[in-house]
C-alpha cells in the first residue's frame, strides 16, 4: 500500500512563503511523476507543478517564478517552496505520484491547507 503524507501548510500574510513537503512510503515501485495540485473553494482542481521522469517540470503559469518543486528521490520526499505567496494561492494543495513495478497507478495525498491572508 502507497502512502503520501503531506506538511508545511499553515497561515501566511500576504508576500509571505511555506515549503510544503510530500513524503511517500510503501510499496511504491518506479516513481514516472510527481505533482502538486491544489483546490480552492467552489473551484476545480487544478495543476501547480509537476516533474516527469523524462526530466520536464511543468508549472502553472500563476505560480511561475514564485513557487519551485523539487525532490529527493533518497527519501521519496517531494517539495513545493512558495515565494511571494498571494491571497488567490489560497487553497487545500494535494500532491501526487504516478508510480508502480509493472503497471502504473496515480497516488493522492490526504491534502494540506494554506492560507494566505491580505
Known amino acids: 500500500q502507497v502512502q503520501l503524507v503531506e506538511s508545511g501548510g499553515g497561515l501566511v500574510q500576504a508576500g509571505g512563503s511555506l515549503r510544503l513537503s510530500c513524503a511517500a512510503s510503501?510499496?511504491?515501485?518506479?516513481?514516472?511523476?510527481w505533482g502538486w495540485y491544489r483546490q480552492a473553494p467552489g473551484k476545480q482542481r487544478e495543476l501547480v507543478a509537476d516533474?516527469?521522469?523524462?526530466?520536464?517540470?511543468n508549472y502553472a503559469d500563476s505560480v511561475k517564478g514564485r513557487f519551485t518543486i523539487s525532490r529527493n528521490n533518497a527519501k521519496n520526499t517531494m517539495y513545493l517552496q512558495m515565494n511571494s505567496l498571494k491571497p488567490e494561492d489560497t487553497a487545500v494543495y494535494y500532491c501526487?505520484?504516478?508510480?508502480?513495478?509493472?503497471?502504473?497507478?496515480?497516488?493522492w495525498g490526504q491534502g494540506t491547507q494554506v492560507t494566505v491572508s491580505s
Open positions: 501526487k505520484i504516478r508510480a508502480g513495478f509493472i503497471l502504473e497507478y496515480d497516488y
Open positions: 510503501g510499496h511504491i515501485g518506479s516513481i514516472d511523476a
Open positions: 516533474w516527469t521522469s523524462g526530466g520536464n517540470t
